[in-house]
């Protein structure tokens, strides 16, 4: 026991000494959720707006009045041919038109959206705010009713806060911990540890622990910055989301050790996690696309991608707030993932090295 510690200490030592890597390890996390929170933002706000209208009479003005009030629309101009307000979208000074009928008083309806659609998902936003912020303001309409749960305010760090958390735990544990066990075979020293008192698996999890500590650190910060930050609560136990992410961190530990029983270089090991790890996470996982949007080919790729699994569970846990058992299904997915990567890359371990 005393031996294996000492080899802990040995590794968490070589890791502190590399302050570039610690800045990494840290300052990642810290800028990824300033910036998904702060600047890449799905949220809809200072929507430019163009009125179109021949005349403005009271209800015309309470609609518009009422898209101005609102923190997601900005009325820039008012003008009098839907053809203008297309000219000002075309030349991207404006977003979206809101055309009145010249008998929108009268009628109480007769109202037109003329909207960039250049990114479909932003387009689909603004409409659907527009129409219920223009049905609000007809008190003689029948607005259309929507109650938003979980997320009333549609805050995109709700969506991307767990899908951070999937996203750096995968790769600095994963990646980390591959290129650690790739360096001590091409500087040649690996031998040295296989053939010490210690036995060769005991020398594995040793170099993994400190990657472990590491990780919980990293989670830690993330969820703090996640609610005093950025806002987003955390309505699950917090024992469960602990206890989840454990587990989840265990299972990219296990591949990266797979990883490094198939690299023979550091380089190998980089582009290996790069491919394996970093593109599938972000694109297949659900953390930017949802998974169910895809072409059936890629669901399937999908579905053999933890993250996927731990995002889903991490959005229900913490945003949601459901116990332990309505997460059970991702939850034993990623238990016998741990599983299959742990035995795997044992067995491709190879106590004397070629």
């Known amino acids: 026991?005393?031996?294996?510690?000492?080899?802990?200490?040995?590794?968490?030592?070589?890791?502190?000494?590399?302050?570039?890597?610690?800045?990494?390890?840290?300052?990642?996390?810290?800028?990824?959720?300033?910036?998904?929170?702060?600047?890449?933002?799905?949220?809809?706000?200072?929507?430019?707006?163009?009125?179109?209208?021949?005349?403005?009479?009271?209800?015309?003005?309470?609609?518009?009045?009422?898209?101005?009030?609102?923190?997601?629309?900005?009325?820039?101009?008012?003008?009098?041919?839907?053809?203008?307000?297309?000219?000002?979208?075309?030349?991207?000074?404006?977003?979206?038109?809101?055309?009145?009928?010249?008998?929108?008083?009268?009628?109480?309806?007769?109202?037109?959206?003329?909207?960039?659609?250049?990114?479909?998902?932003?387009?689909?936003?603004?409409?659907?705010?527009?129409?219920?912020?223009?049905?609000?303001?007809?008190?003689?309409?029948?607005?259309?009713?929507?109650?938003?749960?979980?997320?009333?305010?549609?805050?995109?760090?709700?969506?991307?806060?767990?899908?951070?958390?999937?996203?750096?735990?995968?790769?600095?544990?994963a990646m980390m911990t591959s290129i650690s066990i790739v360096r001590e075979k091409e500087k040649g020293t690996m031998e040295v540890l296989l053939v010490s008192p210690v036995r060769p698996l005991m020398v594995i999890i040793a170099k993994a622990v400190p990657y472990l500590v590491l990780a919980f650190g990293i989670l830690i910060t993330i969820l703090l910055m996640a609610r005093f930050v950025l806002g987003v609560p955390l309505q699950g136990s917090l024992f469960w989301i602990l206890a989840v992410s454990t587990l989840y961190i265990l299972l990219a530990l296990s591949l990266g050790l797979l990883i490094s029983t198939i690299a023979q270089t550091q380089l190998v090991a980089l582009l290996l996690s790069a491919m394996v790890l970093l593109m599938p996470v972000v694109m297949l996982s659900g953390m930017m696309f949802p998974v169910e949007s895809m072409p059936t080919v890629l669901q399937w790729i999908a579905a053999v991608m933890p993250p996927r699994y731990y995002i889903d569970a991490m959005r229900k846990l913490m945003i949601m707030g459901v116990g332990i058992g309505e997460v059970m299904k991702e939850v034993t997915i990623l238990a016998l993932m741990t599983i299959i990567f742990l035995v795997v890359a044992l067995k491709k371990f190879n106590v004397r090295l070629e």
């Open 1 to 173: 026991m005393r031996q294996f510690i000492a080899f802990v200490i040995k590794e968490a030592k070589h890791i502190l000494r590399d302050k570039r890597t610690m800045l990494i390890l840290f300052g990642m996390p810290v800028v990824m959720m300033l910036l998904f929170g702060f600047a890449i933002t799905t949220d809809v706000k200072n929507v430019r707006t163009v009125v179109v209208t021949s005349q403005m009479d009271h209800l015309t003005q309470t609609a518009v009045e009422r898209l101005a009030h609102s923190e997601y629309f900005t009325i820039t101009r008012t003008v009098g041919k839907p053809q203008e307000a297309e000219r000002l979208i075309r030349s991207q000074e404006a977003d979206m038109a809101v055309v009145f009928s010249h008998d929108f008083a009268s009628k109480k309806d007769g109202i037109q959206l003329i909207i960039d659609g250049s990114d479909p998902n932003m387009a689909q936003q603004w409409m659907s705010y527009a129409q219920q912020t223009i049905a609000s303001a007809n008190s003689k309409s029948s607005p259309i009713n929507t109650k938003l749960l979980y997320n009333p305010q549609m805050k995109s760090a709700y969506n991307f806060v767990p899908a951070i958390m999937g996203m750096l735990l995968m790769l600095i544990c």
